[in-house]
């Protein structure tokens, strides 16, 4: 794996964070997966439950014809505070507040992969974002960008929780990226400040009532949910977090 063409292309693209992870069954966290689709905590939304086994298992040929081996994980941040309103005065999120992110991180992993093939000619690899059936969230905690909060994001030390996840698949082994151990300590701030409940125990999430994911799946939520603060998306969980109460990180360019 050429890591001086990664780190320059890190470097030159402004990315703050990122990491590496081998790739191998994620056991705990696909028996999570699936006790949380069989208590249909994922709320209806079809995408949230295709391709279960591949998503547990992200060597299998299915998101890499070839099968993976390894994975590299980016961190964009995005835009937080102060609030921003739209025309009638309710809140946006911040993901929601510059260009599409899937479309500016896709512009992103079009020239990693570029720069990737051309310095490891016969190189097999896949971009993600949003898109594979791969779970983003896991695999950047293995990666070394964060540790999973009780609100289900990744939380870094340095971004807090503003910021969206993609990465690359790739059919070489890596080297695994240092950790960074949970920091959340005793905190419930994100539990407790949930407009609709959709924080009920620590680390689960019921979709179903969660404002931001069906703003994510660009469906209207359910007229018995409490509309929040919020018109698109949500932000309230990552709003009370700690680690989103310093100065914000500066927005990855389009974000």
Not at 79 to 105: I, K, Q, T, W
Not at 125 to 133: A, E, G, I, Q
Not at 161 to 188: A, E, K, M, Q, Y
Request: aromatic share 6%; glycine share 12%.
């Amino acid at each position: 794996m050429p890591l001086d063409v990664l780190r320059e292309f890190v470097e030159a693209e402004r990315i703050p964070a990122w990491g590496m992870t081998p790739l191998e069954p994620l056991e705990r966290e696909g028996t999570r997966l699936r006790e949380w689709l069989a208590r249909g905590l994922h709320g209806g939304l079809p995408y949230l439950a295709d391709s279960v086994e591949v998503r547990a298992d992200p060597t299998l040929p299915g998101a890499l014809r070839a099968g993976a081996l390894g994975a590299i994980l980016l961190a964009l941040p995005h835009r937080r505070g102060p609030a921003a309103r739209d025309e009638n005065g309710m809140l946006v999120a911040g993901c929601y507040r510059g260009r599409n992110y899937h479309s500016v991180f896709r512009g992103v992993l079009r020239r990693l992969a570029g720069r990737l093939r051309r310095a490891a000619p016969g190189l097999a690899l896949r971009p993600f974002c949003d898109v594979l059936p791969v779970m983003e969230k896991p695999l950047a905690v293995r990666a070394g960008l964060g540790w999973q909060g009780r609100n289900t994001l990744v939380l870094n030390p340095t971004l807090g929780s503003t910021f969206v996840l993609g990465g690359v698949l790739i059919d070489r082994p890596v080297s695994p990226s240092p950790r960074i151990p949970d920091r959340c300590g005793d905190c419930r701030r994100c539990l407790d400040a949930c407009p609709t409940g959709a924080l009920a125990l620590p680390g689960v999430l019921d979709a179903g009532r969660c404002l931001a994911r069906w703003s994510t799946a660009g469906l209207p939520a359910p007229a018995s949910l409490p509309r929040g603060p919020y018109d698109r998306g949500c932000d309230v969980c990552q709003d009370v977090c700690p680690f989103n109460s310093g100065p914000a990180p500066e927005p990855f360019s389009g974000l």
